[in-house]
């Protein structure tokens, strides 16, 4: 199957507009990278209870790490592992574990989005979106127990300061919800780049990973702006950068 390119479609990624394409879904499983399967859940009209109990499974999911498996394969297992040094391992699981605690963000984000967004299909679209990113948090996971390393302790922090935001972006409408999840993949997108200049060249595993992260969130973040997403103030996109810093300067460490 031949991959659909959207690169021409996307504003996004700015300084990286090649990695704005996405793989049909029956593409996926042959292709083996780059790819998004889109889940496509059957589209229901929850109540608010019934977003809020669904959150909240989530959230302990997500901190308690009790997800078991991913949907799709881990894009490293393919890779072979290399020896790296007591300092490139360590390096290594710092950045692997900050961009869990991204991924553990970004399912708050998206609960969040979906618990008060008011059209249903944006609401599925936060759930189908989220059930990528777990995708991400588990491969994310498994690479930090090949690194001895853990998922960082501030994990429910991360999970409540975030869901809070999704929710409070959400309720100003969904606009406005959509331009908030794009700006966030733009710039969780170009924090993955910078993370791949940084981990150790010999890391073959963790950088798999964090590449094909890169390009699904790249294509997230075009698909918020197909879907009406609304561009957000400068001062509102620089505030989030300040705290999405906070985030990555402690989770590198706790
Ligand atoms: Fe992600
Ligand atoms: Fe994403």
């Known amino acids: 199957m031949k991959a659909r390119d959207y690169t021409d479609q996307c504003s996004v990624p700015r300084q990286s507009a090649t990695l704005c394409y996405r793989l049909s879904p029956t593409a996926d499983s042959a292709a083996g990278h780059g790819g998004v399967i889109i889940k496509r859940m059957e ?9 809020l109990v669904g959150s909240l499974d989530n959230a ?7 997800y078991a498996s991913s949907t799709r394969p881990n894009p490293s297992a393919d890779v072979p592992d290399s020896q790296l040094a007591d300092g490139e391992r360590r390096h290594a699981a710092g950045l692997m574990r900050i961009n869990h605690a991204g991924e553990v963000a970004a399912q708050a984000l998206y609960q969040g989005h979906a618990a008060l967004a008011r059209d249903p299909g944006i609401a599925q679209h936060m759930r189908d979106a989220a059930v990528e990113e777990r995708d991400h948090l588990l491969w994310c996971e498994e690479r930090l127990q090949e690194l ?55 890391d073959a595993r963790s950088r798999a ?27 509102v996109r620089k505030m989030m950068q300040m705290s999405a810093q906070v985030m990555k300067r402690s989770a590198y460490w706790l």
């Open 148 to 202: 001895g390393a853990g998922p960082s302790r501030l994990s429910p922090f991360w999970y409540a300061g975030a869901f809070a935001i999704g929710a409070a972006s959400s309720a100003l409408g969904d606009r406005w919800s959509l331009g908030f999840v794009a700006e966030t993949e733009r710039q969780v997108a170009d924090h993955l780049k910078d993370h791949l200049d940084r981990l150790p060249a010999k």
């Open 60 to 66: 302990l999911k997500t901190v308690t790490e009790q």
């Open 209 to 235: 990973i964090v590449r094909q992260m890169r390009e699904e969130e790249a294509a997230h973040c075009m698909e918020a702006e197909q879907k009406g997403a609304a561009e957000l103030p400068r001062v």
């Open 43 to 51: 589209n229901r009209n929850l109540s608010l209870i019934d977003r």
